[in-house]
């Protein structure tokens, strides 16, 4: 499938700053000049300005631009931007992340995913727990409910690759916002079992909704891992 636009204008960029074609500190070229240059709108260069901002990799300052942040020492390869709507393979990397399904079933959702996902007890939908691996290691544990009637056909072979992919690029739905909460937790059965935590392991635990640009609810999800294995990171920017 073709890739969008905005990812290979971001991954241009990204490439550029890591060969210090732009230096650091210094403003990029603006929008405009991008759009140009690519052959794209402007928007198409926001959305990929945005995608480098999360990353960590630019900042923005009203009225003077988008600079190049520069080496950040507590940076990690692993590290998730706690406000991004990608998946894992794409964050990570398809070649380095494989996906184990644990469960997959269809099933009448209770109350409390009623409220969760708007929807009536008649609305059946898939529950799903997958575990992550990043290069060949235990990574991720994600437990995901969606509902059918949204996200129809669903199939292990989809799960075994990208979720995101398929909703994006075969049900060309767009995600508009998401609720995320991060905290600590005690490992459960599956964290013991599959992410080789200990009893007295701290795992972080990702819960979230994401809403797709109708307002319509798509899905439910929490995603766990060890303490030691990822990390969560927000760059806060002053604009002002």
């Known amino acids: 499938m073709a890739k969008a636009k905005y990812l290979e204008v971001a991954e241009e960029i990204k490439k550029r ?13 603006d929008q405009e000049a991008f759009a140009k240059e690519f052959d794209v709108s402007r928007l198409t260069v926001k959305k ?4 480098l901002e999360r990353q960590g990799l630019v900042y923005k300052q009203s009225g003077l631009g988008t600079f190049v942040t520069g080496n950040i020492p507590i940076k990690s390869d692993t590290d998730t931007p ?5 998946g894992l393979r794409k964050s990570l990397g398809k070649s380095h992340v494989e996906s184990k399904v644990l469960h997959f079933s269809v099933e009448f959702p209770d109350e409390q995913m009623q409220k969760n996902l708007s929807i009536q007890r008649n609305e059946p939908v898939y529950n799903i727990v997958r575990l992550r691996l990043y290069n060949n290691e235990p990574f991720i544990i994600e ?9 129809p056909e669903l199939d292990e ?21 998401a609720y995320r909460k991060i905290r ?24 979230q909704i994401i809403w797709l640009t109708n307002g319509q609810p798509i899905e439910y999800s929490t995603s766990r891992n060890r303490y ?8 806060d920017n002053n604009r002002f």
């Open 17 to 29: 700053i890591q060969n210090d074609v732009y230096s650091t500190q210094e403003p990029l070229p």
């Open 228 to 235: 030691d294995t990822r990390d969560y990171v927000l760059l």
């Open 48 to 51: 990929a300005f945005d995608g």
């Open 184 to 207: 600590a937790a005690k490992p459960n059965k599956y964290d013991l079992k599959y992410l080789n935590a200990k009893k007295d392991d701290p795992m972080l635990e990702l819960e």
């Open 143 to 151: 437990h995901t409910y969606m509902p059918i009637k949204l996200v």
């Open 82 to 86: 706690a406000n991004a709507f990608t």
């Open 157 to 177: 072979e989809i799960l075994h690759n990208s979720i995101y992919d398929y909703i994006h690029q075969k049900l060309h739905l767009k995600f508009g916002h």
